[in-house]
């Protein structure tokens, strides 16, 4: 079984600009989360999606936002980009609600200059 | 709200020696508790779960860990090293009502001698 993709694998923006950023979960998961990685903060959780809506969200800014689609896939967004919003962004999926084991991908890399 | 410590920022051992890499955590109720593992500019790989049951669990590579409730501990152990250990630990928590959300702890580097 394919593990969690994500597209692209990097990308450099500058400020101001927004990127869209995409996850592919394991075939049959239907639970989506989205993870932020940086030196400073560490792995801070962003949002999680399950069947098409936002069960729980972490303490970002309105800038960050997520969808999930009804294949289970999900694009997570953020605009006006900040030098602070470089960092590795993860998504990893479950099959279940809840209590259920994350698998992740192997992340997107943002470089905001 | 849940909080997970990795006491230890960085641990360097010999090849062949034994591990082990602490990790408390802070919840009202038993979490659901995890050990993945981070090999430089990858994403994460589990290592180990623990839900109920036994408090000893088994992992891959050769990992196991152990769920101390009165010491809000579930730390890492591995009987001897290997090079290919060398990567980043992290420590995560889940909680039964907030669906899939893992708090993480700030990680373990660790780094391997020969």
Redesign the interface.
Known sequence: KAG?TQTPRYLIKTRGQQVTLSCSPISGHR?V?W?QQTPGQ????LF?Y?SETQ??K?NFPGRFSGRQFSNSRSEMNVSTLELGDSALY?C?S?RA???????????T?LLVL | AQSVTQPDIHITVSEGASLELRCNYSYGATPYLFWYVQSPGQGLQLLLKYFSGDTLVQGIKGFEAEFKRSQSSFNLRKPSVHWSDAAEYFCAVGVSNAGNMLTFGGGTRLMVKP
């Open positions: 969690v639970s989360s993870y560490g792995l801070q959780f999680e399950f069960r729980n972490g993860l990893a479950s609600a809840q209590g259920e084991t994350q698998y992740f991908g192997p992340g890399r």
